[in-house]
């Protein structure tokens, strides 16, 4: 939406204001002269979050397991300059291509051979960060 930065003000040398929120400003100066002539110009400019989400694990993904074996996924933490703001997706890739969604804490694996557990975050600035574990099944 549109926001106001400055409202209508004399403009002085050295004028400074903060930007508390990330999106596309403008600045619209309109300069008067003695004679009542005036001029107008704006400014745009943008201001974006560049920080990734990440995920720390409280502990280890183990890379091997044997078939049928549970896996309990470690405890993690989402850090983020706005972590509320922040969406994890988890998914685990089975050794036949076929991709599901992780429900809750828990993987069964149910035939031999390479899985992939991958954890997507994004913000709502469409930063993204993606971890990769890769387990083989015996």
């Given at each position: 939406g549109n926001?106001?930065?400055?409202?209508?003000?004399?403009?002085?040398?050295?004028?400074?204001?903060?930007?508390?929120?990330?999106?596309?400003?403008?600045?619209?100066?309109?300069?008067?002269?003695?004679?009542?002539?005036?001029?107008?110009?704006?400014?745009?400019?943008?201001?974006?979050?560049?920080?990734k989400p990440?995920?720390?694990?409280?502990?280890?993904?183990?890379?091997?397991?044997?078939?049928?074996?549970?896996?309990?996924?470690?405890?993690?933490?989402?850090?983020?300059?706005?972590?509320?703001?922040v969406k994890?997706?988890?998914?685990?890739?089975?050794?036949?291509?076929?991709?599901?969604?992780?429900?809750?804490?828990?993987?069964?694996?149910?035939?031999?051979?390479?899985?992939?557990?991958?954890?997507?975050?994004?913000?709502?600035?469409?930063?993204?960060?993606?971890?990769?574990?890769?387990?083989?099944?015996?």
């Amino acid at each position: 939406g549109n926001k106001i930065i400055l409202e209508e003000q004399t403009l002085t040398a050295g004028k400074t204001f903060t930007v508390m929120e990330y999106g596309t400003y403008t600045i619209m100066y309109k300069v008067t002269d003695s004679a009542k002539n005036f001029a107008t110009d704006k400014i745009e400019f943008a201001v974006y979050d560049p920080v990734k989400p990440t995920l720390s694990f409280d502990g280890e993904i183990a890379s091997e397991v044997k078939v049928g074996q549970k896996m309990d996924l470690p405890k993690y933490t989402i850090s983020d300059n706005n972590p509320d703001g922040v969406k994890m997706y988890a998914y685990i890739m089975s050794p036949d291509g076929t991709k599901a969604k992780i429900e809750g804490n828990t993987v069964i694996f149910t035939q031999k051979g390479a899985y992939v557990l991958t954890f997507l975050l994004t913000d709502e600035h469409n930063n993204a960060t993606m971890y990769r574990f890769a387990v083989t099944v015996k």
